[in-house]
């Protein structure tokens, strides 16, 4: 019966792609139709590459979300925009349709403070899906934008917030979380039924307390391999970003995070591998049940997420044609793996890195350099660090070239344990980022940051080729096409398409802004189209290869096409200058606190060393610090909370002012940076 439903559902989803008379391609959801980030259309190709240019843009009205990926579906473009705001545009005059706001700001309590907006949404029969940093998944209507549907997918209260995409496959729709580098969480998936919003199933990623039975037998299993009280830690492993819908064997594949907090031995004093944090887990698409998994990282310590995106091909490995699931995590290497049995195939490092020697092909498990674990106080530059050797930005794979086209990270950063290590208190401070480590001690530096973009063989295991990029994280999510073309998006403000062979550059365009979104392609009535997002939002400064501001470049919308005419009005707003004020006094003991103030609770939007990226105004080039009554009136009682600055209630009065000083102090360094002979380094 289970089965006879799928096949009428797959011949209805069928038509629907197809269309009555179109044929025209959409690109339905986070990762395209398929879940490699690669467009069946040759249109736009290497031969007619040279005439494609803009076809329209469209200036998106709310800064904060700009790796968000918008979908295509027969001739109309939906993206969330802001905090979860739908737009439906016409995909081929760029006009907007209807938006449908879920005001996320207003119900959204402390995980305003959550930094990052939606990366994604979905569409299937008539309805698109969107999640909100709230905890919301919301089905509308896609012709009209009302509303179908609202489901709370998270406990009351319980810190859990929304920012990946939901994935969709037969009649469900699937949502994860994000949070556990916040709050003590159980991470879990649940899956909806499209068309009511009930609830079909739920799979949880880590045991819960033993005390009270275990859901299933996979967390019996799980439990084995945890160690003291992690239940009050919550353990972590959420699904905050990338699944995979598996036709082929009807699984959905998630891939699940770090550990709550990411020291190990405040979560599971003894040690044990943890089940299932750092994981790739297929589950029964119908039930949700436990099918295999695999773990990248056993007993994770780094913050060594297995969430990034999960791509799925038949690659053929040593003459046999094998359905591998592929997936390049924060840990810097590139796993392959049997998508029948969940088997590791084969794992080679694609950065410099010193945690592991390699991945024991026999066991499928890393063989570890205990240095880089921390141990006994001992503080231990790691590469990569907590940002990846690849993140969020979205890999993609050519079943041409039989590549996938990765943006890396080549970055350390040095992991120690907290002062106080066992201090729980500390731990379950809710209010702010904390994963359990220390700050770093003084004189301990790792490298520079550089960034590349990487064509990475799958089957042999070995590089193409790669293109070194400026900077520490410079380049976007990446589309590949059947047009032989890799399109990428950089932090430099270019949008570049290069020849998915070679790498050569064939095309380029000036954004304005970053543009690191992936891309994506569609047709209308025979027209093959590019859309991407151009926006900036780094979590800071450090290593681009150039300042983007909140306030001075627009965001937008871009869509490019054979032809195309259309010309983006010149930038003409320029960045403030630094705010130096010389009759500040800055008194360095109100400066220190405000620095730590700045360091758990600011980082996260406004940047390391107050630098922003984009994500939200650069304070050290605003007036708003410089009186202490507004600057009260936004940071403690919330006056711009409805534009997405959080307020931050539990601060004192030595706190804010603590943080003003700071910022002066801050905006002096930085403006003497500047100047070359008033510098002070
Ligand atoms: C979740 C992200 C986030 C966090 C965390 C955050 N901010 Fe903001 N902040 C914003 C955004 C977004 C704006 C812009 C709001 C607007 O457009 O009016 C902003 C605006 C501001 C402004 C006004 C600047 C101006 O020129 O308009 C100040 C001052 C400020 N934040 C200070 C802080 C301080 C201090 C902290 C830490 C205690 C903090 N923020 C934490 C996102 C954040």
């Not at 509308?140 to 995409?165: F, M, N, Q």
């Not at 003084?442 to 520079?448: E, F, Q, V, W």
Request: hydrophobic share 40%.
């Amino acid at each position: 019966m289970g089965r006879l439903i799928r096949i009428a559902g797959a011949l209805v989803a069928l038509a629907i792609t197809l269309g009555a008379t179109s044929g025209d391609v959409n690109w339905p959801t986070y990762g395209g139709d398929g879940e490699n980030h690669y467009s069946p259309l040759d249109q736009i190709n290497v031969a007619t590459i040279g005439r494609l240019g803009l076809a329209w843009h469209y200036d998106i009205d709310t800064p904060g979300s700009s790796f968000t990926a918008p979908i295509a579906v027969d001739g109309v473009i939906y993206m969330a925009a802001g905090h979860s705001v739908v737009h439906a545009i016409d995909a081929v005059s760029g006009k907007l349709l209807w938006a449908y706001d879920p005001k996320v700001a207003e119900v959204a309590g402390v995980r305003l403070r959550a930094a990052w907006g939606s990366r994604g949404i979905a569409y299937a029969r008539g309805r698109v899906f969107v999640a909100t940093l709230d905890g919301r998944l919301i089905a509308l209507d896609a012709k009209t934008g009302t509303l179908a549907w609202s489901v709370v997918t998270v406990e009351p209260d319980d810190g859990r917030y929304i920012t990946g995409a939901p994935w969709v496959f037969d009649d469900k729709v699937v949502i994860g979380h994000g949070g556990a580098d916040f709050v003590p969480i159980r991470g879990y998936v649940t899956a909806y039924d499209q068309a009511t919003g009930k609830q079909a199933w739920r799979f949880h990623t880590v045991p819960g307390n033993p005390a009270k039975g275990f859901e299933n037998e996979a967390m019996a299993m799980a439990a084995k391999t945890w160690t003291g009280e992690w239940w009050k830690y919550g353990g972590g492993g959420t699904v905050w970003n990338a699944m995979a819908y598996d036709p082929k064997y009807h699984r959905i594949y998630i891939g699940t995070g770090n550990g709550t907090p990411w020291n190990q031995k405040i979560r599971s004093p003894d040690g044990g591998d943890n089940l299932f944090l750092c994981s790739i887990i297929a589950l029964d698409a119908d039930t949700g049940e436990y099918v295999w998994h695999y773990q990248v990282n056993p007993g994770e310590v780094w913050d060594y997420n297995a969430a990034m995106d999960i791509e799925l091909a038949e690659v053929d490995i040593g003459g046999q044609k094998r359905d591998v699931l592929m997936q390049a995590p924060k840990n810097g290497f590139f796993y392959v793996i049997d998508r029948a049995t969940g088997k590791l195939i084969s794992a080679e490092p694609i950065v410099p890195l010193n945690w592991a020697s390699a991945i024991d092909p026999k066991t499928g498990r890393p063989i570890e350099n205990a240095e880089a674990r921390y141990p006994d106080g001992k503080a231990a530059i790691v590469y990569p660090s907590m940002y990846g050797a690849h993140n969020v930005d979205a890999m993609s794979y050519s079943p041409h070239t039989r590549l996938a086209y990765i943006p890396i990270i080549d970055r350390g950063a040095v992991y120690v344990d907290p002062p106080r290590p066992f201090d729980k208190w500390t731990f379950l401070d809710r209010e702010r980022f904390n994963g359990g480590v220390g700050a770093p001690p003084p004189g301990l530096n790792p490298r520079t940051p550089a960034s590349a973009l990487l064509a990475w063989n799958p089957a042999t295991q070995k590089q193409a080729w790669r293109i070194p990029l400026q900077g520490g994280r410079d380049g976007g999510g990446t589309m590949v096409t059947a047009g032989g073309l890799l399109f990428q998006g950089r932090s430099t403000g270019q949008f570049v398409a290069m020849a998915a062979d070679s790498g050569r550059q064939l095309w380029s365009f000036a954004a304005q802004t970053a543009v690191a979104a992936q891309p994506i392609s569609y047709s209308v009535g025979g027209r093959q189209y590019v859309t991407v997002i151009a926006g900036a939002r780094y979590p800071d400064a450090i290593g681009l290869p150039r300042e983007w501001d909140y306030r001075t470049q627009q965001w937008r919308l871009l869509t490019f096409a054979l032809d195309g005419r259309d010309r983006l009005p010149a930038a003409t707003r320029h960045p403030e200058p630094y705010r130096t004020d010389p009759t500040f006094r800055i008194d360095p003991a109100k400066a220190a606190r405000g620095a730590m103030v700045f360091g758990q609770r600011c980082i996260i939007c406004h940047g390391m060393n107050a630098m922003s990226g984009g994500a939200a105004p650069h304070l050290l080039r605003s007036q708003l610090p410089l009186d202490l009554d507004a600057f009260t009136a936004i940071v403690r009682d919330g006056a711009l909370r409805a534009n997405g600055m959080p307020d931050f209630p539990e601060l004192g009065r030595e706190d804010v002012e603590g943080l003003q000083h700071y910022i002066r102090l801050r905006a002096r360094e930085a403006d003497a940076l500047e100047r070359p002979g008033k510098g002070h380094h």
